[in-house]
C-alpha cells in the first residue's frame, strides 16, 4: 500500500478559483518526493491539504481525495492524522504556541498522550538533532527567523511521523543551518517517506522525484 495517495485533487479557496486541478500521485514508503513551482503555483496549498489542514481548517471547494495510510483526509480529524504525517509550514509563526522551545516541542506529544518521561527523551533528541539545545528555554517568538524554523522542524520530528511534508523550510535557514537540515532530512529519508518544496533546489540531491507545479497542476514529473 502506498502511504500517500492524492487522486484527483483540486482545490478553490473562498475566491472560488481552483488553485490546485487535477493532481494525481502516490508516494511510496521511503521515497522522496520534491515540489518546485514559481510562487503561487499551489505548493503550500498542496501541503496544507496532503496533511488535512485543507478541509478541516479552510471552507473552499475540494474535489477528489487524499489517502494517508488508507485513510481519507476529509473522514480523519487533523488531531488523529497527526502521528501519521506531519507538516513543517512555510512561515514558523504560523505554528508557535507555547513560551518557551522546550515546552514547544513537548506541546504536541502531550496532546497525543506520550508518556512524561518519553516526551523528555524525545524534546532532548530532537533538539540536539536540529542543533537549538542552546535555545530551550528561550520565548519562540523572540528568536530570529531561521531560529523558529528549526524550532518548527523539531516540533514535528518529536511526534515521529512516518510521512512528513516540508514546506520550504530551507529558505530562512543560513548555510549551517541548512546543512545540518540537509543532513538531518537525508537521515529521515532512509524510514519515511518525505515530500519537501524547495524551490531554491538545494535538497535536489534528496529527491527521488521532482512534481513540478504550474498554475496548481503538475506539469511534468
Ligand atoms: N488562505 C488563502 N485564501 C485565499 N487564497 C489563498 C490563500 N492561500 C493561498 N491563496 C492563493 O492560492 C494561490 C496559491 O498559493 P500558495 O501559497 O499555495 O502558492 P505557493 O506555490 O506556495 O507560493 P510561494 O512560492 O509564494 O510559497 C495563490 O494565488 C494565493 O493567492
Ligand atoms: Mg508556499
New binding site residues.
Given amino acids: 500500500m502506498f502511504p500517500l495517495v492524492v487522486e484527483n485533487l483540486s482545490y478553490a479557496?473562498?475566491?472560488g478559483?481552483f488553485?490546485l486541478r487535477d493532481i494525481s500521485f502516490r508516494a511510496a514508503e521511503r521515497e522522496s518526493i520534491g515540489i518546485v513551482?514559481?510562487?503561487?503555483?499551489?505548493?503550500?496549498?498542496?501541503?496544507c491539504c496532503l496533511c488535512g489542514i485543507i478541509p478541516h481548517f479552510?471552507q473552499?471547494q475540494m474535489q477528489g481525495k487524499v489517502m494517508i495510510k488508507g485513510l481519507n483526509t476529509k473522514e480523519i480529524p487533523v488531531n488523529n492524522l497527526a502521528p501519521e504525517i506531519g507538516l513543517v509550514l512555510?512561515d514558523p509563526n504560523d505554528q508557535i504556541m507555547m513560551p518557551t522551545v522546550e515546552e514547544e516541542i513537548a506541546f504536541s506529544l502531550e496532546n497525543h498522550l506520550v508518556p512524561p518521561r518519553e516526551i523528555m527523551e524525545r524534546v532532548e533528541e530532537t533538539m540536539e538533532l536540529v542543533g537549538i539545545t542552546r535555545l530551550r528555554r528561550e520565548y519562540p517568538y523572540r528568536l530570529s527567523g531561521g531560529e523558529k524554523q528549526l524550532v518548527a522542524i523539531a516540533t514535528v520530528l518529536a511526534l515521529n511521523p512516518s510521512i512528513i511534508i516540508f514546506?520550504?523550510v530551507l529558505s530562512m535557514l543560513d548555510e549551517r543551518a541548512s546543512r545540518q537540515i540537509l543532513e538531518v532530512m537525508n537521515k529521515l529519508k532512509e524510514e519515511k517517506t518525505l515530500v519537501i518544496?524547495d524551490?531554491t533546489l538545494q535538497a535536489l540531491p534528496l529527491f527521488d522525484r521532482v512534481l513540478h507545479?504550474e498554475q496548481?497542476k503538475i506539469s511534468f514529473n
Wanted: hydrophobic share 25%; with cysteine.
Fill in positions: 479557496y473562498r475566491s478559483h488553485v513551482g514559481a510562487n503561487g503555483s499551489g505548493k503550500s496549498t498542496l501541503c479552510f473552499g512555510q514546506d520550504e518544496v524551490h507545479l496548481g
